[in-house]
């Protein structure tokens, strides 16, 4: 019998899970249960978030991998930040880049040296319970026994095979074996599976990620790059550690809104937030031009500023205190009306992603990675089944930009966990997936909580808008009529898109000790507790 995996003609509801002990929710059921089987065991909730990402590397890899950044918001008692991102090459030459006008998508050209396995070590090291080798044994069985792929997973290994299938050139080959062994994509409910990123999790678990980074796994991307034209070394590997950052916030009415400072743009969410404060938008239903269009051209004007200002934090010329003034952002207020501003200029003068969540009565945790566009690079180190990000996408070629492509630099990032607070007591993690969707499904998720009193399960339903650039603007099919009639009559140029365009989130809010944890509906996902 065949089945439509994708086929969904009629409205379902999901309902929030309420749990007292501990929950997880993650775009992907099987790596849910590897975070519950993590506390079943008798570990903490950074044991079930590190499980659980190691695991989605295997079950979604359409979206991340072990050759992926990440970022992590911890709780456990204060809030502490962890920046994965690695820096390009030492060796980068800028006129490798002299034939593009952009920055490339795919090709060690986009390559920076991987984060995600150094995030997973420092997390657990610092508040780790159960064994390091323990997070790895539900990655490691799935990689080696193959699991059904999920339906969304599916689909997007699909989109991608023309991207991937099409390029002929060496450092290509071992990829399109590993991920698209038929000459095509896996098809839902196909088992899938690798044999090879199976030994390289072993590997990573048995020397605490030292492998990855000075060992035998290090000496394999370092050779393949040599082999196939890169400039990624063994050097640049040795040299990367991650940053311990604090977290930067804004006040949102009742609640503090936490993101990673730069390089990533969580601060245009919190930009975003700050032109909103004073608009009373709760005067408008949630589901009116109104509201739609003010947290739009909010996040335009925050947007406009981000990609003119924000990088490297070594590189910026502009501090995160002046870009969060609340002042500057009263002035801001004033360039909003009742139209849409044609091009949202920057005011201050120069001077294919996962996200989870976890919590236990002590801990909570907000984690993201990410192999950037869908599955990276399209390379992938010989036997080792590491499917290396393309991170370096996110630099430009602009010349004297903050954000321009050198040597030793972390890219501007597109990846941001998210977390919140009141009244200096946790509420919980959250976050929505999806390049710069990201600080928008932030927004929206927050004004959802705030202004329109939603549980975490309905924010996360809720239709969703995406700003793209100028007046362009898309909304999630389903979206009321008025709504878009009434914002092509403000001027925004709308256009009407499948739910895949829209981020998928996570949710666990702590309320009166109890957690409430949801799990996005335009993904395969899942959220447990109990």
Same mark, same amino acid.
């Given at each position: 019998m065949q089945f439509n995996y994708n086929y969904y003609p009629y409205p379902s509801q999901r309902r929030v899970i309420l749990a007292k002990n501990c929950a997880v929710a993650t775009s992907q059921p099987l790596a849910t249960l590897a975070g519950i089987e993590m506390f079943q065991a008798g570990g903490n909730a950074v044991d079930a978030a590190i499980a659980t990402a190691i695991t989605l590397t295997v079950v979604e890899p359409t979206s991340n991998g072990i050759g992926g950044d990440a970022f992590a918001i911890i709780w456990d008692g204060k809030i502490h930040g962890i920046n994965g991102s690695g820096k390009s090459p030492k060796t980068l030459s800028l006129e490798a880049y002299s034939e593009f006008k952009k920055m490339p998508n795919l090709g060690w050209l986009t390559v920076t040296v991987p984060g995600a396995v150094s995030v997973w070590y420092d997390v657990w090291k610092r508040w780790g319970k159960l064994p390091f080798e323990q997070l790895f044994t539900s990655a490691i069985s799935y990689a080696k026994n193959g699991f059904p792929v999920s339906p969304v997973t599916a689909e997007i290994?699909?989109?991608?095979? !023309?991207?991937?299938?099409?390029?002929?050139?060496?450092?290509?080959?071992?990829? *399109?074996? #590993?991920?698209?062994?038929?000459?095509?994509?896996?098809?839902?409910?196909? &088992?899938?599976? $690798?044999?090879?990123?199976?030994? !390289?999790?072993? @590997? &990573?678990a048995n020397t605490g990620g030292e492998s990855f980074y000075k060992g035998k796994i290090a000496q394999k991307i370092n050779n393949f790059s040599a082999d196939t034209g890169g400039y990624l070394t063994s050097a640049d590997l040795v040299a990367h550690d991650p940053l311990w950052v604090t977290p930067i916030a804004t006040e949102y009415k009742q609640l503090k809104v936490w993101e990673m400072p730069p390089n990533t743009q969580g601060i245009a969410a919190l930009m975003a937030l700050n032109i909103l404060e004073g608009l009373n938008i709760e005067q408008y239903e949630r589901d009116s031009v109104e509201s739609f269009h003010y947290q739009i051209e909010a996040m335009k004007?925050?947007?406009?500023?981000?990609? =003119?200002? #924000? =990088? @490297?934090?070594?590189?910026?010329?502009? $501090?995160? !205190?002046?870009?969060?003034?609340?002042?500057?952002?009263?002035?801001? *207020?004033?360039?909003? =009306?009742? *139209?849409? &501003?044609?091009?949202?200029?920057?005011? &201050?003068? *120069?001077?294919? !992603?996962?996200?989870?969540?976890?919590? @236990?009565s002590e801990l909570m945790v907000s984690f993201i990675q990410s192999n950037y566009d869908s599955f990276g690079s399209g390379i992938l180190i010989p036997e080792t089944g590491i499917a290396l990000h393309n991170r370096g996408s996110g630099f430009t070629l602009q010349k004297g930009h903050p954000n321009q492509i050198a040597a030793n630099k972390r890219p501007f990032h597109t990846i941001i966990p998210g977390f919140l607070t009141q009244n200096d007591e946790p509420l919980g993690p959250f976050g929505v997936m999806g390049a710069p969707m990201q600080p928008q499904g932030h927004l929206q998720m927050v004004v959802n909580l705030t202004d329109y009193q939603m549980n975490p399960q309905t924010a996360l339903d809720a239709p969703r808008w995406r700003f793209l650039q100028g007046n362009s603007v898309l909304l999630e099919r389903g979206t009321p009529s008025e709504i878009i009639e009434g914002l092509g009559e403000r001027g925004h140029n709308v256009k009407l898109a499948p739910a895949i365009m829209f981020g998928k989130g996570q949710m666990i809010l702590k309320n009166n000790g109890i957690l409430i944890a949801g799990s996005e509906p335009r993904a395969d996902g899942l959220a447990l507790g109990y």
């Open positions: 290994w699909k989109r991608k095979e !023309t991207v991937y299938l099409n390029n002929k050139r060496p450092e290509y080959q071992y990829f *399109q074996q #590993v991920f698209f062994p038929k000459e095509r994509a896996p098809r839902a409910g196909e &088992i899938w599976g $690798s044999l090879l990123h199976a030994e !390289t999790l072993e @590997d &990573i004007l925050a947007f406009a500023d981000v990609y =003119s200002h #924000v =990088s @490297d934090c070594d590189y910026m010329k502009v $501090s995160n !205190t002046n870009l969060l003034d609340k002042n500057y952002a009263k002035e801001r *207020q004033k360039l909003l =009306s009742n *139209q849409a &501003i044609p091009l949202a200029n920057p005011g &201050i003068n *120069q001077g294919g !992603t996962v996200y989870l969540c976890t919590a @236990d």
